[in-house]
């Protein structure tokens, strides 16, 4: 039986309630006047009324925005002091080691995780209005729960379409202007304002809080120039900052990283400010914190792709009087996909009958749960709606991806074309041959990849050929397979004819055409809006 907060604390009373209800309708017809003794009663009982109200557990779901997972201190940043609140909230927290995103970009990923649908079935696959997306939101099941339910941050893509029926957009000033999305501080007085009216509404509250952070523009980069008045506590420099092994060592590179660090310890500081108005409204003990990553770092061979260290995601969890503080969980795999059904069975809250995820409210117990082994995820299209479809599987061991898409021709779409390192990738290319190998690879990839994640989760030597590792292969795209069938995957003819590539073509060019209608069909983006629309 998931948490059962709810009714200790209200069955016991309604029932008394009623008890006394019964004995005074009693007492009256005994035209005996106890009026004075019910009122009495009452008076004593009506405390625990309120506060069984107040007591229902709230929920607060924080995210970030393109941090990958190894940025965070306590998962083994090589740099220290990153994310001294994000530690100090593991502490606190069940943390897990084998957590993923199922895709590594914004809109889609945020809509896997409030619907517990894989893109395919949630019909967000990109970045365009779902009107009928048939199926009912985290927000829409919270309220219908009772729950006060607003967002603050990222919400053109945490939902199918706009406006969305949230009951409030925090990030909306009082003043009516919208908060500065690297404001750390703005972060704590939308927390702060929405916990205030879910008590005025007298309802418990679900706040989704999304910090802007490490999102471009990184630190000190602003748009339209000038100065940035928003100071992460602490600023790293170039010299000192790791780089990821999918990376490479050069100056500029570096330069790029020490923004990125530095965002990473601003997005810090947001969280900082999130918990403690959360610790100052006197509603910790009785709510349920969720925090984690939309995916990886917004540079090459992280954000936009299914690689480890795209959808690898830092997630814990505090579940007052269930979660053990500070726990790792290391030995099963859980996904983005599986969040939804988690947080309901979490909050007491009846699921929907059409899930593709799975509730893991009993690891959160500390308890075993049985096929957690692997990981799907999957990708369709960037925020350009330029349409690269990929499907991937990940074990704690290997990991297996499906480009149908790379034909040897066809460039990749990625929001990270623009950043300082890939440009760096096109320069060096033009001398160094094994440059040019990895910025083939990135632009063009290879039908399907497969790697030893263990050893090689930078993902640098694809093993798909070596015969030595075919029965971990065929395992894998054999779980794949299932998974595509169970889901209804329209992807699942063309993974069955992977070795013939004129299928596998006819049906990407199909899609294309499929997409290049929608893109004309659906009504372009506002200018104003476009700049902010980006994956
Ligand atoms: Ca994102």
């Not at 500081?269 to 009785?286: F, H, P, R, T, V």
């Not at 950043?419 to 190998?437: G, H, P, Q, Y």
Request: include cysteine; glycine fraction near 6%; proline fraction near 6%.
């Amino acid at each position: 039986m998931p948490l059962s907060l709810n009714l200790l604390f209200y069955s016991p009373v309604s029932e008394t309630f009623h008890f006394l209800l019964s004995f005074n309708r009693f007492m009256k017809s005994s035209k005996i006047i106890f009026g004075g003794l019910f009122i009495l009663l009452t008076t004593i009982v009506s405390r625990p009324i309120v506060f069984a109200k107040s007591n229902r557990i709230n929920l607060l779901l924080v995210t970030v925005d393109d941090m990958s997972c190894d940025s965070v201190g306590i998962y083994g940043c090589k740099l220290k002091g990153t994310t001294p609140n994000m530690d100090r909230l593991a502490t606190q927290s069940v943390r897990f080691e084998h957590a993923h995103v199922t895709v590594g970009n914004c809109m889609p990923c945020r809509n896997v995780m409030f619907s517990g649908l894989i893109s395919h079935n949630n019909q967000v696959e990109g970045f365009y209005q779902v009107t009928e997306p048939g199926w009912p939101h985290m927000a829409d099941l919270l309220k219908d729960a009772g729950y006060y339910a607003a967002i603050r941050g990222k919400v053109s893509h945490s939902a199918p379409y706009q406006p969305y029926a949230w009951d409030d957009d925090l990030t909306i000033l009082p003043n009516g202007e919208k908060a500065h999305m690297k404001d750390a501080k703005s972060f704590g007085e939308s927390t702060t304002r929405g916990i205030n009216k879910a008590n005025e509404l007298d309802k418990p509250f679900f706040l989704s809080i999304n910090i802007s952070d490490p999102h471009k523009p990184f630190w000190s980069q602003v748009r339209g120039g000038g100065r940035d008045p928003h100071v992460p506590s602490r600023i790293f420099k170039a010299d000192e900052v790791p780089v990821p092994g999918f990376l490479f060592e050069d100056p500029e590179v570096r330069e790029e990283l020490a923004l990125y660090y530095s965002s990473v310890r601003r997005a810090d500081d947001c969280l900082g400010e999130i918990l403690k108005a959360l610790k100052k409204s006197g509603q910790w003990e009785n709510t349920m914190i969720v925090f984690l990553s939309d995916h990886g770092m917004p540079l090459p061979f992280a954000k936009t792709q299914l690689y480890h260290h795209s959808t690898r995601t830092p997630l814990m969890v505090r579940l007052p009087n269930v979660t053990e503080a500070g726990r790792l969980e290391k030995r099963h795999m859980v996904s983005v996909v599986d969040l939804l059904p988690t947080i309901l069975d979490s909050l007491n809250i009846s699921k929907p009958k059409r899930l593709d995820g799975r509730s893991f409210y009993s690891l959160l117990k500390g308890k075993a749960q049985e096929d957690r082994g692997f990981v799907i995820k999957e990708y369709n299209e960037n925020a350009g709606r330029s349409r690269d479809p990929m499907r991937a599987i990940q074990s704690k061991k290997y990991l297996y991806l499906f480009n149908p898409w790379s034909n040897g021709e066809r460039v990749f779409a990625t929001a990270t074309n623009g950043t300082v390192t890939c440009k760096r990738m096109i320069k060096l290319a033009e001398e160094d041959e094994k440059m040019n190998e990895r910025l083939e690879l990135y632009k063009y990839r290879v039908p399907e990849e497969f790697y030893k994640v263990s050893k090689d989760p930078d993902c640098l030597e694809n093993l798909i050929n070596y015969p030595t590792q075919e029965k971990e292969l065929k395992k894998l795209q054999s779980a794949l397979e299932n998974w595509m069938i169970e889901t209804n995957d329209p992807m699942l003819e063309c993974f069955r004819n992977r070795d013939d590539p004129d299928f596998v073509e006819a049906y990407i060019q199909q899609l294309e055409s499929e997409s290049d209608l929608r893109r004309k069909s659906n009504k372009p983006i506002p200018k104003a809006k476009r700049q902010k629309k980006k994956s």
